[in-house]
């Protein structure tokens, strides 16, 4: 079991949510073990592996023109956390929506996320970016 604040566990979650606003895939994928599952979001079916992490990756990229995702707090507990986030997505016509979600990981004793499970409704998302929300509309809207 990991120590309550082991910076294996606390880089695995900074480095998810940065590599997702940077897209930079290889780096995302690097932090998972081979036999991940990730609930993204939870209620989907789940991205079991290499390929479903790949499926995963495009709910951050397909849809998006950009995603900028940040941890606002993290707890953390033995080999897991929980982070509250926030973040907002643009779409390919500009329009921009601000949201925030709860994702829970688990990790390893390498520092290898093994599961997320992340609350969320990107339905609700996409829909919003539709209608275009102005940039100066903030995530009190959301």
Do not use: C
């Not at 033995?78 to 390919?92: C, D, H, M, N, Y």
């Amino acid at each position: 079991m990991l120590s309550l604040h082991d910076p294996q566990l606390e880089n695995a979650v900074a480095s998810y949510f940065q590599h997702i606003t940077a897209r930079n895939k290889s780096a995302w994928l690097a932090l998972f073990d081979a036999g991940a599952v990730l609930h993204e979001p939870v209620g989907s079916s789940p991205g079991e592996g290499r390929e479903g992490m790949e499926q995963v990756w495009q709910v951050f990229t397909g849809p998006f023109a950009s995603l900028e995702i940040a941890s606002d707090e993290v707890f953390y507990s033995g080999s897991g956390a929980a982070a509250r986030w926030t973040a907002t997505a643009t779409s390919a016509e500009g329009n921009r929506h601000g949201f925030h979600g709860i994702t829970v990981f688990e990790v390893d004793g390498d520092g290898r996320i093994q599961t997320v499970m992340s609350y969320w409704d990107p339905a609700a998302v996409l829909i919003q970016l539709a209608g275009g929300l102005d940039e100066d509309d903030g995530l009190a809207d959301a």
